[in-house]
């Protein structure tokens, strides 16, 4: 992943965002966590961590075969 906005990691919300993968998170709920998912698959390099709540692989082309 790289960075174009060196803001990225500064501050999110009056808390300190890490540039380790290791410890940042991607999350989300129902179609949102198909997202989620498929952003920690397709960059892993960038989150390292993953919630993914009712995630419905259904409509998502990560799981067709």
Do not use: D, W
Not at 7 to 34: D, F, K, N, P, W
């Amino acid at each position: 992943l790289k960075v174009t906005q060196p803001s990225l990691y500064m501050s999110c919300l009056c808390m300190t965002c890490s540039e380790e993968a290791s410890q940042r998170v991607v999350m989300g709920i129902s179609s949102g966590a198909i997202g989620a998912f498929s952003t920690a698959f397709f960059a892993p390099e960038a989150f390292g961590n993953v919630i993914s709540h009712c995630g419905s692989c259904e409509s998502a082309p990560l799981c067709k075969p």
